[in-house]
């Protein structure tokens, strides 16, 4: 074990300018801080965070969808703020920008999710920046890239769903086009920001010289995406929108319990008669039409029918339970406002209560942890999210020496 318990952290020693602000950006340095990087976010001393004045809102009296106090902070600045520092500078101020360039000295790493040509604007983009500290590592995330005719868009998740196809094959095949029920746009091209910046730390140490990451969220989303193929999707006669379904296997669906919902089904033909043994319908599988996978999903509404009809017999319980036996993919549809009830997510420490900035004993709603465990790389999200400006003379100490003017 290390002196210092931060030795165990796999960026610790690494440091963070967090220019971002919302969730994509935000959800990147939230990783890297879980890690061990030292992040600091900048904020506007006019604007501050956004989020931290958006509700829903959480304070001394609990939840709300109003700000009934100088104390009562958004949930999301709450959770995407833990353990990171803050400091407050005007960048369109003069004294304020080359102290920002001082600290851009001593970074590691800045990430900034601004409308494309925001940082030119400001001088504070990649090429003005690597003159001040060549082996900067700049992450620049946005709507739909830094090149292309829709570089200058401005992008929310919604729009970044729509644009990437995400919501032309989501919901049911009838139904109209429909956004997935999380911020995923956003947060996929986070994690991958983080991924990436992981990967150009290490090619650093190799090779001493920093370089610009540019994430596009529509490129993130797109490349999840494309594991289907959606462009031979009219030739093969189907529909791009499933519903609940796997495309290639059959079954496989979220069918209707006495008591709720489960998701099961078959990826193989051992699958399939294991099903077929399980609801009693052995006979079935000499049907010529559902005799391979192929058939069955051009068969799919049959298959379905035979599958829902088991399934509205029995409780979600003695689903799950007879699926186990049998050896069948199963779950039921967990609330996601219950998940603490499942106890794999108790067992596994994924969900912690949030801790207010202004209250440190008091316990919020629950964030995520990062999800990943290490044997040996100590992980941590505990500290509470900043206040405005809090760690301004820290940073000043610590980055700079003391040093301001």
């Excluded at 999840?224 to 791009?240: A, I, N, R, V």
């Excluded at 509205?312 to 998940?339: F, Q, T």
């Excluded at 900043?386 to 301004?392: A, G």
Aim: proline share 5%.
């Amino acid at each position: 074990m290390a002196d210092d318990p931060n030795d165990e952290k796999a960026l610790h020693g690494i440091k963070v300018l967090d220019l971002t602000r919302f969730l994509s950006g935000p959800q990147t340095t939230l990783f890297l801080a879980a890690l061990g990087a030292e992040v600091v976010k900048i904020d506007d001393p006019k604007l501050g965070d956004p989020v931290a004045n958006s509700p829903p809102f959480f304070g001394k009296n609990g939840v709300s969808m109003s700000q009934n106090s100088a104390t009562d902070v958004g949930i999301a600045y709450l959770k995407r703020a833990r353990s990171k520092k803050s400091i407050e500078l005007d960048l369109k101020n003069a004294q304020d920008l080359d102290l920002f360039k001082k600290l851009v000295k001593k970074a590691d790493i800045i990430v900034e999710n601004f409308r494309f040509g925001v940082t030119q604007r400001l001088g504070i983009d990649y090429e003005h920046l690597k003159s001040i500290n060549p082996t900067i590592i700049y992450c620049s995330i946005t709507g739909y890239g830094t090149t292309g005719p829709a570089a200058n868009k401005k992008a929310f998740d919604a729009t970044v769903q729509a644009a990437a196809g995400l919501m032309s094959v989501t919901g049911d095949p009838e139904g109209p086009s429909m956004k997935i029920g999380s911020s995923m746009g956003d947060t996929i091209a986070g994690t991958f920001a983080f991924s990436a910046i992981l990967a150009s730390l290490l090619r650093r140490a190799k090779t001493g010289d920093g370089e610009f990451i540019d994430v596009s969220m529509t490129d993130c989303l797109i490349a999840l995406l494309y594991d289907e193929p959606w462009d031979c999707y009219d030739t093969l006669g189907l529909s791009k929108r499933q519903g609940n379904r796997i495309m290639r296997f059959s079954p496989f669906n979220c069918y209707r319990a006495k008591d709720g919902e489960v998701v099961l089904g078959a990826a193989s033909e051992k699958e399939w008669d294991d099903i077929l043994e399980m609801i009693d319908q052995e006979d079935i599988k000499y049907f010529s039409k559902l005799s391979s996978v192929s058939d069955r999903i051009q068969n799919n509404q049959e298959v379905d029918a035979l599958m829902s009809a088991w399934t509205s017999k029995h409780s979600v319980r003695e689903i799950v339970d007879l699926c186990d036996a049998y050896g069948v993919s199963c779950s039921p549809v967990n609330d996601a406002s219950k998940i603490l009830d499942w106890e794999q997510v108790v067992l596994r420490n994924i969900l912690t209560p949030v801790q207010h900035s202004h209250f440190s004993s008091k316990s919020g709603p629950l964030a995520a942890n990062f999800p990943v465990k290490f044997s040996k790389s100590e992980v941590s999200l505990k500290k509470p999210a900043p206040k405005p400006n809090e760690h301004f003379e820290e940073i000043m100490k610590t980055w700079l020496g003391g040093e301001i003017n």
